[in-house]
């Protein structure tokens, strides 16, 4: 007796559409692992990060305690350090002040004698008196005022308050303005 | 009723039938579920750690220099000068160690102190007329001082007398020394109106101003130690060869009753019943 199948195409439809199934299946299946193998990968490099954070702390509050036992070291350094800094900075401005002293102590020979000196170091100003011998002196002072070398040395020279004595002196006053121009 | 009924085998088909289509939509789901709630904020977790790390290594390295620095600071050419810098810039007003330096150059340079006074008056306001007069030269009428919370100076008024060129040799002397003194003004008081000769004597008016420390410093544990740059080195090679007064401290106190004076023996005087 021979057997009729009503059903063989539905079969055959079904068959096919289980083998594209198990495909999806496949991929989903694949792709999943993927990413499962990923989450633990980025997982495990988390882990290592952390451990690698936890001991970089240790270090940390190791090196702190190193430090804090030299705190007395730390505090002497950093005064001295500090006290260095205002030192050089008032022996810059000093400096200035006895370059141009030890200047015009010599440019103006043995007839010319500076009897008066006032510095002040908010303004910088330094203040001269000067006494000349006679007449021919104060004109050689002058022209070392006004020479070209004077000029180039101090951006703001004033003369001022020229007295003749009646010994046959001349007493007058220079201020000059300590720093370089670019500085004010 | 039908309707409802063809539905459930439908379903129940869709089970038996294509159950790998569900298992693989169910997949598919979870593997979604495991990038959007699983890698993604892990790797935004994992990033932050390895930037906290990196920041924290530079911490560490600082650290780790900063302790170096530490232990090795005392084979620090410079940090040897420490007790230098704190006798030219001491943290407390150096009165005594300025009468000292006076007195020992004062005697060096053969001059002779004829006055000397603290927070100066008379000679303060002549050499303010001085520099006033010379602002007025210059334009500079009103000069805003600047005050400097760093340091703080003493003003002292001075007057030597001796020959003119040991009275040079003391000026120049007075800004070599410890504490650091900085000339603020200079009168020679000239009796004749000649030209003066190194071998006159005369008579000087000084106004000084002695400098000390006094700035609040701190430090953060966490913070790096300064460095000394090469205007710092300079400066301990400068101060290196200044003169450095040596003040006589009394160390111990002798007496308070250890000697018997009368030579009575009290242990006698004990056992006599007095």
Do not use: C, H, W
Not at chain 1, 103 to 123: K, L, M, N
Not at chain 2, 75 to 92: F, G, T
């Amino acid at each position: 007796m021979k057997e009729i199948n009503f059903v063989r195409g539905r079969i055959k439809a079904l068959t096919k559409l289980g083998q594209n199934d198990k495909k999806f299946f496949n991929i989903a299946a694949i792709t999943t692992s993927v990413f499962l193998l990923i989450l633990a990968g980025v997982l495990g490099f988390k882990f290592y990060f952390v451990s690698q954070l936890g001991d970089i702390q240790s270090s940390r509050e190791n090196l702190l305690e190193r430090i804090k036992s030299k705190e007395a070291t730390e505090k002497s350094f950093v005064l001295f350090v500090s006290k260095l800094r205002v030192l050089s900075e008032i022996f810059s401005q000093r400096k200035d002040k006895q370059d141009v002293i030890g200047y015009f102590s010599q440019v103006f020979g043995p007839d010319v004698v500076i009897d008066r000196i006032a510095y002040d170091a908010d303004s910088q100003l330094l203040a001269f008196g000067l006494l000349s011998k006679d007449i021919f002196t104060l004109e050689t002072v002058f022209d070392i005022l006004d020479s070209e070398q004077s000029k180039q040395r101090f951006s703001s020279l004033a003369k001022s308050n020229l007295q003749r004595n009646s010994g046959g002196t001349y007493r007058m006053q220079i201020t000059i303005v300590l720093g370089k121009e670019g500085e004010k | 009723m039908k309707i409802k009924q063809k539905q459930k085998i439908n379903f129940r088909s869709l089970i038996i039938n294509r159950r790998y289509l569900v298992i693989s939509v169910i997949i598919g789901v979870a593997g979604l579920l495991v990038v959007f709630l699983g890698i993604t904020p892990q790797i935004n977790q994992t990033l932050d750690l390895n930037r906290k790390i990196k920041t924290e290594q530079q911490k560490l390295e600082l650290l780790i220099r900063k302790t170096s620095d530490l232990e090795n600071i005392d084979a620090q050419e410079a940090y040897a000068s420490v007790d230098l810098v704190d006798q030219v810039l001491p943290s407390k007003k150096p009165l005594l160690e300025l009468l000292a330096v006076l007195s020992t150059i004062a005697g060096k340079s053969e001059v002779v102190f004829t006055n000397m006074s603290l927070s100066p008056g008379k000679i303060a306001s002549e050499s303010a007329q001085f520099i006033n007069s010379a602002k007025s030269n210059t334009g500079q009428t009103k000069v805003t001082p600047v005050i400097k919370e760093d340091r703080g100076f003493l003003d002292v008024e001075l007057k030597v007398s001796g020959l003119f060129s040991n009275v040079e040799q003391f000026f120049l002397d007075v800004e070599r020394v410890a504490p650091l003194i900085i000339i603020k003004s200079i009168s020679l008081n000239i009796k004749s109106e000649e030209i003066i000769m190194p071998t006159d004597q005369v008579d000087a008016e000084l106004v000084l101003s002695v400098y000390y420390f006094t700035k609040t410093v701190s430090a953060s544990l966490e913070s790096s130690l300064p460095s000394i740059g090469s205007k710092e080195q300079e400066i301990i090679s400068e101060i290196s060869s200044y003169y450095y007064p040596s003040i006589e401290v009394q160390q111990q106190i002798i007496g308070g009753g250890l000697e018997d004076l009368f030579g009575l023996n009290i242990q006698e005087i004990k056992e006599a019943g007095f």
